[in-house]
């Protein structure tokens, strides 16, 4: 069945199935009951995670108050399913097993209860089952149990098959046989099991109780108070429930043994003697007419084919040196110990190795550079300045080098370019395409003009060489790399640079970088 109710998800959907039980018997019952429900939201997707819940068992559907309830925490859901046992925290009360209807109330993460409430089915009937210790009104000893039964196979001298393979595996030995047999291969007598026992610290029964009685585990006076605290029913009020629901009587009881055709004592031995089983006498005659060895003859045989005995294990194992597990272990810790070190030891050697690589090849580069006797564009600047440039405490040109420094910190020779510089790098390909200066423009310097504006000294806004009544411009650079001609060229293409004057100081531009 399906419930639905508004929760913090939009619309859950909660489809139950029957509560179930699992086979039990009167004297063992289960005292809890097992739950499988299915979770979905609004849209009939199966719910994934885990869920809060709180169930709650009712007298009636609409009861108000609720006669059981227990909250579960972290519940699974996988695609939908979850399974729970009720009762795991909470012992279920006895009003639940009382043998009547009772409904089941469910609430997922602290939202209302799912309406309607479920009906519970037979299930708690199995719980009240396990009061009963009586059948149609007889006890236990009015019928013939498997120890009674034992009891009159003994008595009339038959054995089990148990009993019949130890006489076979044993030869038929004598009592001496048997004494000698145990002192040769070794077995403890009743006081070195108990000093063994003492040595290795097992409680006695007196230890045993002290501890049971530090656990708090209840003593079986308390056990019957508890008991009675709980309403649990003794035999009178069983046998009172079951003349009350027309149980069977003994006479009733008899009639249905013998129609279902039960066998009694005298009947048991009739099947039996039909059946040519063996008693105890027949049996050992049996062994001996069939030759079975004794001790004498087993041991015999065991010398003849060289087994060995656990002394003669031990001394070969030592001989071999065989090594316990333990030993096993601590080697094959320290194995792992030492190769972790000595990876440890290969990882800082490669480390090493590749920082002189990284080395030598920033020695290729400078050597190349040097032999090509070019510059090398390193690129444009990460920083931005205006025309004025200011930077890192510096002023002009010192400035725009301390942005290049800044930009590329793994070369100290990082400074700003000149146009000489940037025509040669150009014209040798000294330069790196994938750094992006390429069409991007970027403030350079221009030679110091002076002699103009009545005499003063008129310059570059980035030399910072100018009065303040004059007007002062800067000069800008574009390198473009593999450009393509724009007139009738025919297609050409070459990295070409621009130099623009009379740029306004106030843009921010980066600058570009050399070594």
Partial sequence: MRHSRPTRWGQLAVICAALAAGNAQAQNIPQMLPYNGFLADSNGQPVDGTINLTVRIYE????????????????????????????????????????????????????????????????????????SALLGGQPPQAFVSVDRLQAELDGRGFVTRQEVERLVGEGGLDEAAVNALIDARGYLSEDAINALMDARGYLDQDAIQALIDGAGHLTEAQVAALIDARGYLDQAAVQALIQGAAGLDGDAVNALIDARGYLNAAAIQALIDGAGHLNQAQVEALIAAAGYLDGDAVNALIDARGYLNADAVNALIDARGYITRAEVQQLVAAGVAQAQGQVAQLQNTVNQLQNTVNQLQNTVNQIQQNAAGAPFILGRSAQSSNGRLSFGGQNGMRAATAMCQASFPNDATAHLCTFDEVGRALATGSYDANNGFSGVTTWTVAPLVAGAFNGSKRNTCQNLMYNSGDAATGTQMTVRLNDLSDGNGGGLRGDTFEVFAGRACGNNLPVLCCR
């Fill in 60 to 131: 009636t559907s609409d009861a108000p108050n609720a006669i059981w309830q227990e909250a579960l925490q972290n519940v699974p859901v996988d695609t939908g399913y979850f399974r729970v046992d009720l009762g795991r925290i909470a012992p279920l009360a006895a009003d639940v097993a009382a043998g009547r209807t009772r409904y089941l109330g469910l609430s997922v993460n602290g939202d209302a209860e799912a309406q309607p409430r479920q009906a519970i089915g037979s299930v708690p009937y199995a719980l009240m089952a396990g009061d």
